[in-house]
């Protein structure tokens, strides 16, 4: 009975130790907008939020700016680059 038990918690911790891990990556973007990813110069994030249907040429909230707008006051030329690749508008 004692090693029925045992292999049982042995097989709980494995399998929430691995459904933690596949959660942890199959949901890797570490910036929630594409907003965050562009204002850090993420470009794999940025890429992965496009993908995604991304609106490149949505404004936040708080200041009104594009993704493009951001990329340019952070000087993330490659960032801005890909944004215009997909259509992010100079005059939004």
Do not use: S
């Not at 910036?31 to 404004?59: C, E, F, I, M, S």
């Amino acid at each position: 009975m004692k090693v029925r038990v045992a292999r049982a918690v042995i097989c709980l911790a494995l399998a929430f130790t691995v459904a933690g891990y596949l959660a942890w990556r199959l949901w890797p973007v570490q910036h929630p907008t594409l907003q965050d990813a562009v204002r850090v110069g993420d470009l794999t994030d940025v890429k992965r939020h496009l993908r995604h249907k991304a609106d490149v040429n949505a404004q936040d909230n708080q200041h009104l700016m594009t993704p493009l707008h951001w990329a340019a006051l952070q000087g993330h030329t490659r960032v801005a680059k890909v944004l215009l690749a997909k259509g992010a508008d100079v005059n939004a």
